[in-house]
Nanobody
Framework: QVQLVESGGGLVQAGDSLRLSCAAS????????MGWFRQAPGKEREFVAA????????SYSNSVKGRFTISRDNAKNTVYLQMNSLKPEDTAVYTC?????????????????WGQGTQVTVSS
């Protein structure tokens, strides 16, 4: 089993930056890809970004490409999401997850462990 705890969310203004962290415990996430999803009020959860264990392959949704960067520190068993140029439409609960597979994917069903999420609110 893997437990995931997100942190770094908060209330910011449009154009600001935030860095989210997701710390894994229970065992090392030594081979699986990890990803970030988000869910805005009244909307379904959507894929944001994912990264291969080695960091060699990364995937982003079109809505965040060029503004968000996913990274991971395997020594710390942690994945990060650097969010720049935030927009009000980025407001959501951001949740990290561990994939079943080595390569990053954007399908929710490919993810087997989920955190509780951290709230990000972007004001205009």
């Amino acid at each position: 089993q893997v437990q995931l705890v997100e942190s770094g969310g908060g209330l910011v203004q449009a154009g600001d930056s935030l860095r989210l962290s997701c710390a894994a415990s229970g065992r090392a996430v030594s081979t699986e890809a990890m990803g970030w999803f988000r869910q805005a009020p009244g909307k379904e959860r959507e894929f944001v970004a994912a990264i291969q264990w080695s960091g060699g392959s990364r995937s982003y949704s079109n809505s965040v490409k060029g503004r968000f960067t996913i990274s991971r520190d395997n020594a710390k068993n942690t994945v990060y999401l650097q969010m720049n140029s935030l927009k009000p439409e980025d407001t959501a609960v951001y949740t990290c997850a561990v994939n079943k597979y080595i390569l990053p994917t954007d399908f929710e069903d490919d993810y087997k462990y989920w955190g509780q999420g951290t709230q990000v609110t972007v004001s205009s």
